[in-house]
């Protein structure tokens, strides 16, 4: 599936339902022994097969919301204990709720028992994530990937494979590429071959015109002048064949999750595939967004009225912060937040940049925008219409103008309403200057021009991640 492959790694899926399989045995194992002796039920009962199913699933959700599934989390196994003790204190509640829902008696105390659970998971998981590192130094995982170009684009999309997919990428090296090109044989079969046995995954071209011309092309890393090109045809067959082969643009889209704003023009996106905006499926984001702000406006009500009393109690000045922001068309819209500045944080009205350790915030202020809740507001102006729940970020006039005169395309990422969370939002850091703004808008470009349902899943789950390690705050 097409839009599988783009939001999901395959791999980390795999590793995902591998790890379920593995704890819904550990816990029909403890299910089944926790059962007493008046209600136990046979080995083949489907009842416990339910109940193991359901606990592992809900475990393995929780991991997913802490990040416990990046790339890069998966890379890292300092961070490992950490994200599963994070992961199995949110699944907590909903394992005893689940085991009571299901009405099967325990033996022994219910926190016993969930802390006999929790450990088997946490051992479990320590022992599969273990046999996976192994796996990725041998290299089992690996995408070897072969540029071909020359100047700064080839060495951008380097720069960017080993600085964000270092794990899952790896570029053919420059001695191993002159390697290639010395024995590199005439026929296309054999060249074929020559790649798989080299474990190369894919060619990446990043010349210009992406193969528009009959003009050779030749490596990156100064070997523009071995005398061994690879010619469009040549690179056809290779693709025919089996080899994957990209221009910069479509690898950065569909690997890196952004696009490529130095290789973007007008005729491209005109052309390219994506960009669906269809009346089905503004009627269903639209219904989906109403259902989800009310629900989520009577279940945080009881939260905002403790923040609205603590912002009155800490610092004199309105209790929401009224802003104009730009949405969907260029239409302008006033947008909510709990006020988290003082009430003089803009004197004369000059829009301002946030700034690390900001003055102009205070002592509630910088608790609930490191949580996010100074944003719950908001929702009423997803009921309103105004704002979505997934999409780029509003911004207000003042930036926009500037930056649409600075950056190219700026303007395109209100073709769609902007989103209380989105694509840049999960993937940078908080943005504080024009450079910054624009790669942004890599994210913003890639968002609206391949937004999902699924990708929506995968942002509001990246989004729960965000808020509590308190990524990108200001």
């Not at 490529?260 to 595939?273: A, I, V």
């Not at 944003?375 to 780029?392: A, K």
């Amino acid at each position: 599936m097409q839009s599988f492959g783009r939001h999901v790694v395959k791999e980390i899926a795999f590793l995902w339902f591998a790890e379920c399989a593995v704890m819904f045995v550990v816990f029909y194992g403890l299910v089944f022994s926790a059962t007493n002796a008046g209600s136990a039920l046979a080995i083949t009962s489907a009842h416990a097969v339910n109940l193991a199913a359901m606990l592992a699933v809900t475990i393995g959700i929780s991991a997913v919301l802490i990040g416990a599934y990046r790339i890069e989390a998966c890379r890292k196994p300092r961070r490992l204990l950490r994200d599963l003790i994070l992961a199995g204190l949110l699944a907590s509640p909903a394992l005893l709720i689940i085991s009571q829902f299901a009405d099967i008696s325990l033996s022994e105390n219910y926190l016993l028992w969930l802390a006999k659970s929790l450990l088997a998971w946490i051992v479990c998981i320590s022992a599969t994530r273990w046999m996976f590192s192994l796996a990725v130094g041998q290299s089992l995982f690996v995408r070897r990937v072969w540029i071909l170009g020359s100047g700064s684009r080839a060495a951008q999309t380097c720069d960017l494979i080993e600085a964000r997919h270092g794990g899952l990428f790896q570029v053919v090296s420059p001695m191993e590429t002159a390697a290639l090109f010395a024995a590199m044989p005439n026929e296309t079969t054999p060249l074929a071959e020559m790649l798989r046995a080299r474990n190369v995954w894919g060619i990446v071209v990043t010349d210009d015109d992406d193969l528009a011309s009959d003009e050779t092309l030749r490596l990156a890393n100064n070997h523009a002048d071995d005398g061994c090109p690879l010619d469009p045809d040549r690179l056809l067959d290779l693709k025919l064949r089996g080899i994957r082969v990209f221009n910069d643009r479509g690898f950065w889209e569909q690997h890196l999750g952004k696009i490529n704003l130095d290789r973007l023009d007008t005729r491209w996106l005109m052309f390219s595939e994506g960009f669906v905006n269809g009346r089905v499926d503004r009627i269903v984001k639209r219904v989906s967004d109403i259902a989800c702000s009310l629900t989520l406006l009577l279940l945080t009500l009881p939260l905002m009225l403790v923040i609205a009393l603590l912002i009155k109690l800490d610092s004199p000045g309105t209790l929401f912060y009224r802003q104009e922001r730009v949405g969907l068309h260029g239409r302008r819209f006033t947008l909510l937040k709990f006020r988290s500045m003082s009430s003089n944080a803009e004197l004369g009205g000059k829009p301002l940049w946030a700034s690390q350790k900001d003055s102009r915030v205070t002592r509630i202020g910088g608790f609930i925008r490191s949580t996010r809740i100074d944003e719950l507001p908001q929702l009423m102006n997803v009921v309103r219409g105004e704002m979505s729940f997934i999409g780029p970020r509003p911004e207000r006039p003042h930036f926009v103008e500037q930056l649409g005169h600075l950056i190219p395309f700026y303007d395109n990422r209100s073709y769609v309403k902007p989103g209380i969370t989105g694509w840049a939002q999960v993937n940078f850091p908080y943005g504080a200057s024009v450079e910054d703004a624009r790669e942004k808008l890599s994210y913003d470009l890639y968002y609206v021009k391949n937004r999902s349902f699924l990708l929506d899943f995968v942002i509001l789950l990246s989004t729960v991640r965000v808020i509590l390690f308190q990524e990108g705050s200001r």
